[in-house]
C-alpha cells in the first residue's frame, strides 16, 4: 500500500494524526487536497475580533496604525 493509498483510507483527523510521521513524504495532488479537506477541522477565518475592545475615554482615536 502506497502512502497516498495509506492517506486516501483514513477516516477520521485522529486517525491521520496517530499516523502523522507515516505521510511526511506525501506529495500533494487534487485527491489528496480533496480528502484533506473531508478529514480535516475546519478553521473559523472570520476578521473580526472576538472581544472588542471598548475605546477608553480621553484617548484619541488613531486610524491607519
Do not use: W
Request: charged share 40%.
Amino acid at each position: 500500500m502506497t502512502v497516498k493509498e495509506k492517506f486516501l483510507a483514513t477516516k477520521t483527523y485522529e486517525e491521520f494524526d496517530k499516523n502523522r510521521e507515516s505521510f511526511k513524504g506525501l506529495e500533494f495532488d487534487q485527491d489528496v487536497l480533496d480528502h484533506m479537506d473531508k478529514i480535516f477541522p475546519k478553521c473559523y477565518g472570520g476578521k473580526e475580533e472576538l472581544y472588542k475592545t471598548p475605546p477608553q475615554p480621553g484617548k484619541k482615536k488613531i486610524i491607519g496604525r
